[in-house]
């Protein structure tokens, strides 16, 4: 092979873009809408070359080896979805989404992304589910998935995550019990304590209190329901006795004393 052969072969992917990134940037572009103009230079004829030069003229995109490896586009006040293709941008390392507001679901495509480190789509509004299959992102050191709309268990295969170091999935609508191999991790130095889990009503266990929300509310009911019940009881009971104090007085004492006596019971 000449040189000349050579240098082309290393410069042609380059140059043309490859193909599966540049489906993965367009099919973003697509769903999400760009109302502030952000991605204003996020143009057919980038996404045809989104590495051209090694260097990306495409906001948010950096390339390595002629390949998108992070996509950084937090606080563009972006709506809209992310699609599933998003997982053609095979070499992503790091997904920023954060601070926008963007709905729809984690596509559990993501998963299929083998080399993601970083995951950060907080502040969204995202919902659904956290996908499972996200625990096949063997790579994955940051999940931020805190203040969004997100609902279900946290899937307890997350867990599988040896290299999770950042896990923050507060404030969202999540339920059920936290993974006790999550929270009480023996694979990492680091151990996710209660603020990684705040703010999510039904989310319980360890580190956060044992059967928070709906076993407490349940207990608070009937608390309340027994003390009002008893209260009542005790408040009629006293009132009877009074007026059958009273009345007997009335009987047995006739003229102003009976009415004074009537006024002022004698206890
Ligand atoms: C694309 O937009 C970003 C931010 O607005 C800017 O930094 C970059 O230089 C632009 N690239 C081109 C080719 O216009
Ligand atoms: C691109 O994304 C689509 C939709 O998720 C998927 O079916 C397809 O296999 C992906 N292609 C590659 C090369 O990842
Ligand atoms: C995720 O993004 C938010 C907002 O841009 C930032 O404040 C937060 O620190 C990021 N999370 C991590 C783990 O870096
Ligand atoms: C998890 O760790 C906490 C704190 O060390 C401990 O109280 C709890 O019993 C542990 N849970 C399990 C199931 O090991
Ligand atoms: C929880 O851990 C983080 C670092 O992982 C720390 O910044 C924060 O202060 C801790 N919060 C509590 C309540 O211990």
């Given at each position: 092979m000449?040189?000349?052969a050579?240098?082309?072969?290393?410069?042609?992917?380059?140059v043309?873009?490859?193909?599966?990134?540049?489906?993965?940037?367009?099919?973003?572009?697509?769903?999400?809408?760009?109302?502030?103009?952000?991605?204003?230079n996020?143009?057919?004829?980038?996404?045809?070359?989104?590495?051209?030069?090694?260097?990306?003229?495409?906001?948010?995109v950096?390339?390595?080896?002629?390949?998108?490896?992070?996509?950084?586009?937090p606080?563009?006040?972006?709506?809209?979805?992310?699609?599933?293709?998003?997982s053609?941008?095979?070499?992503?390392?790091?997904?920023?989404?954060?601070?926008?507001a963007?709905?729809?679901?984690?596509?559990?495509?993501?998963?299929?992304?083998?080399?993601?480190?970083?995951?950060?789509l907080?502040?969204?509004?995202?919902?659904?589910?956290?996908?499972?299959?996200?625990?096949?992102?063997?790579?994955?050191?940051?999940?931020?998935?805190?203040?969004?709309?997100?609902?279900?268990?946290?899937?307890?295969?997350?867990?599988?995550?040896?290299?999770?170091?950042?896990?923050?999935?507060?404030?969202n609508r999540?339920?059920g019990?936290?993974?006790?191999?999550?929270?009480?991790?023996?694979?990492?130095?680091?151990?996710?304590?209660?603020s990684?889990f705040?703010?999510?009503?039904d989310?319980?266990?360890?580190?956060?209190?044992?059967?928070?929300?709906?076993?407490?509310?349940?207990?608070?009911?009937?608390?309340?329901?027994?003390?009002?019940?008893?209260?009542?009881?005790v408040?009629?009971?006293?009132?009877?006795?009074?007026?059958?104090?009273?009345?007997?007085?009335t009987?047995?004492?006739?003229?102003?004393?009976?009415?004074?006596?009537?006024?002022?019971?004698?206890?």
């Amino acid at each position: 092979m000449s040189l000349a052969a050579a240098v082309l072969l290393v410069l042609l992917p380059a140059v043309l873009g490859d193909p599966d990134d540049a489906r993965c940037l367009s099919s973003l572009h697509r769903s999400l809408s760009d109302p502030t103009g952000g991605l204003h230079n996020w143009t057919k004829a980038s996404f045809a070359a989104p590495c051209e030069g090694f260097i990306s003229q495409l906001q948010g995109v950096t390339c390595n080896n002629g390949r998108v490896y992070k996509l950084s586009l937090p606080a563009l006040s972006l709506a809209g979805a992310i699609p599933g293709e998003l997982s053609n941008c095979t070499n992503l390392q790091s997904l920023d989404l954060s601070s926008n507001a963007i709905s729809g679901q984690i596509p559990p495509e993501l998963s299929s992304l083998l080399n993601l480190a970083v995951l950060n789509l907080s502040s969204n509004r995202l919902s659904g589910p956290i996908p499972r299959a996200l625990a096949a992102c063997a790579y994955l050191n940051v999940i931020d998935l805190h203040s969004n709309l997100l609902s279900g268990q946290i899937p307890d295969d997350l867990a599988l995550l040896v290299r999770l170091s950042t896990f923050d999935v507060s404030y969202n609508r999540l339920s059920g019990p936290i993974p006790v191999l999550l929270a009480n991790r023996t694979t990492s130095t680091s151990r996710f304590n209660a603020s990684s889990f705040v703010g999510n009503k039904d989310l319980y266990g360890y580190p956060l209190p044992p059967m928070r929300g709906h076993a407490l509310s349940v207990l608070a009911i009937v608390g309340i329901g027994l003390g009002s019940g008893l209260l009542s009881l005790v408040l009629s009971f006293s009132a009877v006795c009074l007026w059958l104090r009273a009345t007997d007085r009335t009987a047995t004492m006739p003229g102003e004393e009976a009415k004074i006596s009537h006024l002022m019971p004698d206890y």
